[in-house]
């Protein structure tokens, strides 16, 4: 299976952007029973892990993105998403998706830059 993230692009700080993710070549009873999560690296930064959602809905965030981020799962179209409100400079970076259960090829990424 392989993750494609799209949504990314240039906005100023203050601004949105919804992230999408779609897991091409998965059926939907795997999809389903996987719990997914939001990446994202900076340049020259480690990879940092921004939000994640539990196959029943469960989610939970970062501290640095609480309260500004919201993830989503649409499971009949094998999508998950990151809306994402209130973006900061730091908030640059390229981001991915991946499966915490893992076996899933995790894909370019897709970069949100926020200018000041």
């Known amino acids: 299976v392989q993750l494609q993230a799209s949504g990314g692009g240039s906005v100023q700080a203050g601004g949105s952007l919804r992230l999408s993710c779609r897991a091409i070549g998965s059926i939907l009873s795997d999809f389903s029973s996987r719990d997914m999560s939001w990446y994202r690296q900076a340049p020259g930064q480690q990879r940092e892990l921004v939000a994640v959602?539990?196959?029943?809905?469960?989610?939970n965030y970062a501290d640095f993105v609480k309260g500004r981020f919201t993830i989503s799962r649409d499971n009949a179209k094998r999508t998950v998403y990151l809306q994402m409100n209130s973006l900061k400079p730091e908030d640059t970076a390229f981001y991915y998706c991946?499966?915490?259960?893992?076996?899933?090829?995790w894909g370019q990424g897709t970069l949100v830059t926020v200018s000041s």
């Open positions: 991946s499966s915490v259960q893992g076996g899933w090829n």
């Open positions: 959602i539990t196959n029943s809905g469960t989610t």
